[in-house]
T-cell receptor
Framework: DSGVTQTPKHLITATGQRVTLRCSPR?????VYWYQQSLDQGLQFLIQ???????AKGNILERFSAQQFPDLHSELNLSSLELGDSALYFC????????????FGPGTRLLVL | GQNIDQPTEMTATEGAIVQINCTYQ??????LFWYQQHAGEAPTFLSY????GLEEKGRFSSFLSRSKGYSYLLLKELQMKDSASYLC???????????FGKGTTLSVSS
């Protein structure tokens, strides 16, 4: 158990809908990262937040957005969902003293029908 | 930019030793990571190498050669539970995220 929690574990929705994925980092970690893992693409970095501020953006679509709240939990919002958005979404966190090592949550499996 | 190559699949038998190779190209080097991922589960941290050489951690060891852009993960005394995907990763240029290889799926049979 990494100490990172994510909810929900599974999500099934329809095309065109909007969903919100939630992540709580390990206690004391200020950085939160979001990754998408699909069968053909592997693990792809989406976005990073540090202490409430956006720090880095990766391959994140404009239909996706994220935020980190004062209590450091983070939410990833996915809108106008398409079939191709079906994937595992992982959140990871890291300690500011050892930022290079990221600890991953159990993931949310999203299925868009 | 960053590019990572690793074999797609490997097979081995219980009790054996297996070496999973990773070659990388990066614009700047800030270390190399190995993660283990069982199907449908979270990647779990195995090792981080920033200096050349071999680092041993129980049954798992990781080697790095920065001049060759090469790393390997060595798994000894293989067990069935070692069947998983092994991901090689390097930090991006800004050091703000990890760039992962596609992973090597290891199947251990009895």
């Amino acid at each position: 158990d990494s100490g990172v929690t994510q909810t929900p574990k599974h999500l099934i929705t329809a095309t065109g809908q909007r969903v919100t994925l939630r992540c709580s980092p390990r206690s004391g970690d200020l950085s939160v990262y979001w990754y998408q893992q699909s069968l053909d693409q592997g693990l792809q970095f989406l976005i990073q937040y540090y202490n409430g501020e956006e720090r880095a953006k990766g391959n994140i679509l404009e239909r996706f957005s994220a935020q980190q709240f004062p209590d450091l939990h983070s939410e990833l919002n996915l809108s106008s969902l398409e079939l191709g958005d079906s994937a595992l979404y992982f959140c990871a966190s890291s300690d500011e003293n050892r930022e290079e090592t990221q600890y991953f949550g159990p993931g949310t499996r999203l299925l868009v029908l | 930019g960053q590019n990572i190559d690793q074999p797609t699949e490997m097979t081995a038998t219980e009790g054996a030793i297996v070496q999973i190779n990773c070659t990388y190209q990066t614009s700047g080097f800030n270390g190399l990571f190995w993660y283990q991922q069982h199907a449908g589960e979270a990647p779990t941290f195995l090792s981080y190498n920033v200096l050349d050489g071999l680092e041993e951690k129980g049954r798992f060891s990781s080697f790095l050669s920065r001049s060759k852009g090469y790393s390997y993960l060595l798994l000894k005394e293989l067990q069935m539970k070692d069947s998983a995907s092994y991901l090689c990763a390097v930090p991006n240029q800004a050091g703000t995220a990890l760039i992962f290889g596609k992973g090597t799926t290891l199947s251990v049979s009895s």
